[in-house]
């Protein structure tokens, strides 16, 4: 048996089966190289399954009928959509019923592999053929995957095992890598870094002839299924591993050491993409050491990759670590805003600058970066965090689309197109070299995320990046069918519990936009006071008479100011600011009435005990699928589901209790609190 599952590339016969059953004998390609090589394989291995033959490769293309043809794209391929420019990634797909043929039109061949692997979850779940018309191009232009894992082999905020690229210090390649390859292109993953932004020593060495060789083959690989292996570096590599006494980036050794390493890792691996660098962060050396600019750091590393097409991207996540919590002016939210706003247009045109996307971490609930709606000249990404690290850590169900589409919908009224998908997808101001990252929720688990339903969070993001405009129910449908089987019951049980997860996670976590009150250090599970008088700068300055931090301009720290009108305006007063983001940007009184007439407290109190709630609801949910699901899976999903409805006990109880002791005012529902 594997030692890893197919998630939803599990391909199973369904009704379409027995119905198109025998029919598509045939498959006839206008392409070739590595990638249609792969497309193919999976058309035999998809179609062999769902219809019970394999078809059978053609030579020539006369008259073709009974099959499946992978076309170079012409304009009357375009049968769908007024306006449509497959680019090099785009697809059309229809079926031609007199000759019971599909056709899968692009202008290359990562256009047609996307396009199958649509046709795919289309008959996968339960689709009808003859309906198909289709065309489709991605949002994203680059659309990327990190991963955090160090070559030891342990992750860090991995929720799912071990890396399956790194053990011991030595790379891993076999079976396991071929099929997430095949599963990150199934998604439309363009972009893959494999190892950890925090680069210590021996990862330092990924870009030397001691790990080139095998940084190859995963190019290679990657290459076949449309991918760009990416990696993260040192900025202190000149130093850590090139015998240099600084990193300085105005530094002629240290320009001539990275010109040169560069070009050994392009003479090695021509296809490779770049460096991801995270620098000046958490530790991690960076430009500011010799007083030089983010500018200076990430244009002197871009200019050694450029000869190449390479790119660099550099992340924004730049903030003071050693905070005192004395001093309420210095604010980390506003920190990436801080130190990168004014530096718009310096950054060389193949540098990536890649945010995070609130102003802190990942949290439940965080307003958007102002960063995006302060950059017109820079190419950005939109860092999100497929790892559940503050939301439940792959333990709780936590369903993040319905939460990115709430950011890319996000207008930063920076311009005309100022939506963070517009921005981000490059179409707001003409950048080709943009996207999304996400942080990935993987490990060498057998069924990849330890959380069956986190397979979910990984499956939407793909598809998000592709397609902005879908639905986080659309997605959550798409993805329980593949997963689980087309059953209605399944699929709607599934997808109910996805959508009330998010909201159920912030119910009993965090109210009203306050974060942070996890563990010190794992980050998982209640202790509201954890990071309170801590160096981190993650406050909550809960005292007897309120919670919240002043963020306003007038007389706060000054972070609403950040943004464009109306935002500034509308986060700068109580009265108009969003309620979910309240307590992010002002300190309130427990008895300030919300719009739901209830005050502030109440509000703490009922949403903790209504999270709950939502557990046991979800808890049902699945139970009622008892029968429907295999049993080693159900079993596993209600294992995870008792852990999270016993931590969102423990978070309602110490959350509650805490702020009653806080503020000495009882719950009017006399519940017990302790
Ligand atoms: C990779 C947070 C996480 C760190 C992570 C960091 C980052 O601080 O807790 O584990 O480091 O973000 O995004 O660089």
Not at 308 to 333: L, S
Not at 482 to 497: A, L, P
Not at 605 to 619: A, Q, S, W
Not at 635 to 656: M, P
Request: charged share 25%.
């Amino acid at each position: 048996m594997c030692s890893f599952e197919k998630c939803w590339l599990n391909y199973a016969c369904n009704e379409m089966s027995s119905k198109y059953a025998g029919i598509f004998k045939s498959i006839y390609s206008d392409f070739d190289g590595t990638v249609t090589g792969n497309t193919i394989a999976e058309i035999k291995e998809g179609f062999g399954i769902f219809f019970g033959k394999e078809p059978v490769l053609l030579e020539k293309q006369a008259n073709m009928c009974d099959g499946i043809w992978l076309k170079q794209y012409e304009k009357s391929d375009n049968k769908a959509a007024d306006e449509f420019e497959p680019g090099t990634e785009g697809y059309s797909i229809y079926y031609d019923g007199e000759n019971q043929l599909i056709v899968v039109a692009a202008s290359g061949e990562n256009g047609v592999m996307y396009g199958v692997f649509e046709l795919l979850r289309i008959i996968q779940s339960g689709r009808d053929i003859c309906d198909i018309n289709i065309c489709h191009a991605p949002k994203m232009p680059i659309r990327m995957i990190d991963h955090w894992d160090n070559i030891m082999g342990d992750i860090e905020r991995g929720y799912s095992g071990d890396s399956f690229f790194f053990k011991e210090n030595e790379i891993l390649f076999g079976d396991r890598t071929k099929a997430y390859a095949r599963m990150m292109a199934s998604i439309g993953i363009n972009a893959i870094t494999i190892n950890n932004v925090n680069v210590h020593e021996v990862e330092s060495y990924l870009i030397t002839d001691r790990f080139l060789g095998m940084m190859k083959k995963y190019s290679d690989l990657f290459v076949s299924y449309g991918i760009k292996l990416y990696l993260s570096v040192n900025f202190a590599s000149p130093m850590q591993i090139g015998g240099l006494g600084v990193c300085d980036p105005l530094d002629d050794g240290v320009i001539k050491w990275w010109n040169e390493t560069s070009r050994h890792v392009y003479e090695v691996i021509p296809e490779f993409g770049g460096y991801l660098v995270k620098a000046d962060s958490e530790g991690r050396p960076g430009p500011f050491t010799y007083g030089r600019t983010h500018a200076d750091g990430a244009n002197m590393l871009a200019k050694s990759v450029s000869p190449f097409g390479g790119n660099v991207v550099w992340r924004c996540f730049v903030y003071n670590c050693k905070q005192d919590w004395r001093d309420r002016k210095t604010d980390r939210a506003r920190a990436a805003y801080d130190n990168f706003a004014g530096l718009d247009g310096q950054f060389d045109d193949n540098v990536i600058l890649q945010i995070k996307n609130g102003p802190m971490d990942f949290q439940v609930r965080e307003p958007v970066s102002p960063l995006f709606g302060a950059m017109k000249k820079t190419n950005m990404f939109l860092e999100v965090q497929a790892a559940q690290e503050y939301t439940g850590q792959q333990r709780h169900i936590c369903y993040l689309v319905p939460m990115w589409k709430e950011i890319l919908d996000f207008d930063t009224h920076a311009s005309d197109r100022g939506c963070i998908s517009e921005i981000v997808s490059g179409k707001a101001y003409g950048n080709r070299l943009c996207g999304m990252a996400a942080v990935t929720n993987t490990g060498d688990d057998a069924n990849w995320t330890g959380h069956d339903f986190a397979a979910a969070n990984l499956f939407g993001y793909g598809m998000l990046c592709f397609d902005t405009e879908r639905s986080a129910q659309d997605i959550a449908a798409e993805w329980a069918a593949c997963t689980f089987g087309i059953d209605k019951e399944i699929v709607d049980n599934v997808c109910r519990m996805l959508i009330m997860s998010w909201p159920a996670y912030e119910k009993y976590t965090s109210p009203l936009g306050i974060g942070w009150m996890v563990n010190p250090s794992d980050h998982y599970g209640p202790n509201v006071d954890g990071y309170e008088y801590d160096v981190w700068g993650t406050y909550h300055r809960a005292d007897c008479k309120g919670v919240g931090i002043d963020r306003s301009a007038a007389t706060g720290t000054g972070y609403a100011a950040q943004y464009n009108s109306p935002w500034r305006e509308l986060y700068e007063r109580v009265e108009t600011t969003p309620e979910e983001l309240l307590l992010f940007f002002h300190h309130i009184s427990y008895d300030h009435v919300l719009s739901t007439k209830k005050t502030v407290i109440q509000h703490i109190y009922d949403t903790h005990f209504e999270g709950v709630e939502d557990v046991e609801r979800m808890i049902g949910l699945w139970k009622a699928l008892e029968g429907k699901i295999d049993a080693a899976r159900f079993a596993r999903v209600l294992e995870r589901l008792t852990v999270q409805y016993e931590s969102s006990k423990e978070w309602r109880d110490r959350i509650n209790t805490y702020f009653y002791r806080m503020s000495g005012i009882a719950d009017s529902k006399g519940r017990t609190i302790y």
